[in-house]
């Protein structure tokens, strides 16, 4: 009989680890996450929009995860440089990236050979909100409007251009506005919104193409006259700046879209807290008001309904880009 009950006593408590084991399986496998320092990587130079953003939004996502988020700047090549080391980053919610049209719907499709698939190498996980470009001219410059740019162009034969770099949506935007008028606009590119603004600003360049986001001061100051917004209607930050929808040019509207992303195949439970802080700021008034003075209209969203908004982007611009013969 003990040894009977022995046996019977073994077998439970075996039942018991086993049952022990198997629940401590089925925790999820990053419930302690995050258990050190996050890492937003943006792919343009210090100072421009993107930058900006990544910065406003790390500092409040410190605060709500409970680490230091930092941001890691790594521009270059239509932004596929710090897009393919996000790519290819282990999928553990440590490296994540500002993600804009840039360097996921037009500079892959820029390069030679593609990088990376903006779709299927990344998890898009929460959206940001959107801004307008903004086509600008320097106050010395004979430009005022749209139609000049077109009658300017013709008359000289050419017209020169500034953005943010190759394939950047400024640059896109340059060609399909050249596509569109059917006039010679020449591309310069720069290493970042900052240095064009400096080269605009100057006389360098006569005419700059950039997302709206960090120009409203230049404008105020008239150190930069803004042509149009590159939205259907006018952007509540500038009112007095037409839409090239209302200018005529439907085919011009285009939005630049801001997010955070990170590799493929992350955990869905790291995913739904990223997203979920995401919103959380996002509704905060003040962030609100900070997004709003930086020209972006928040849009909170799930991580599915990024993920289709990336995908109808992408499916609308990356045949634009090839269709411009940019290349990187």
């Known amino acids: 009989m003990i040894r009977h009950l022995s ?33 937003i990587v943006v792919t343009f130079p210090p100072g421009g929009a993107s930058d900006i953003v990544a910065r406003v939004i790390a500092e409040q ?41 840039t360097p996921i719907s037009i500079g892959p499709f820029a390069m030679e050979k593609q990088p990376y698939d903006p779709v299927e190498q990344f998890t898009h996980i929460a959206l940001i909100g959107s801004a307008p470009c903004v086509v600008m001219a320097n106050p010395n410059a004979p430009i005022r409007t749209m139609a000049d740019v077109e009658s300017h162009a013709r008359k000289a034969g050419r017209l020169d251009f500034g953005s943010g770099g190759p394939a950047s949506i400024g640059h896109i935007y340059g060609e399909l506005m050249k596509k569109e008028m059917k006039v010679n606009l020449v591309h310069v590119p720069y290493r970042g919104g900052a240095p064009m603004t400096t080269d605009l600003i100057s006389g360098v360049i006569p005419l700059g193409i950039d997302v709206l986001t960090a120009f409203v001061p230049y404008f105020k100051s008239g150190q930069i006259v803004p042509l149009a917004v590159t939205s259907s209607t006018r952007s509540p930050l500038v009112p007095e700046v037409p839409s090239v929808a209302e200018l005529g040019y439907r085919k011009l509207i285009l939005d630049n879209f801001f ?19 995401c919103n959380e700021i996002l509704a905060m008034p003040e962030i609100k008001k900070k997004m709003l003075d930086l020209g972006i209209t928040t849009q909170p969203a799930s991580s599915t309904t990024f993920t289709n908004y990336v995908k109808d982007q992408v499916a609308t611009l990356s045949p634009a880009v090839k269709a411009a013969g940019v290349k990187l």
């Open 7 to 39: 046996i019977k006593a073994t077998r439970r408590q075996s039942l018991q680890i086993l049952g022990a084991g198997a629940a401590a399986i089925a925790l999820p496998a990053f419930a302690s996450w995050p258990e050190k320092p996050i890492k």
């Open 61 to 101: 996502l410190g605060k709500k995860l409970g680490q230091p988020v930092v941001v890691d700047n790594k521009p270059g090549a239509g932004g596929s440089i710090g897009g393919n080391a996000v790519a290819q980053s282990p999928a553990d919610g440590y490296t994540l990236m500002l993600s804009n049209s």
């Open 259 to 277: 997010g955070l992303s990170g590799p493929a195949k992350m955990p869905t439970d790291v995913i739904a807290r990223l997203n979920s802080a």
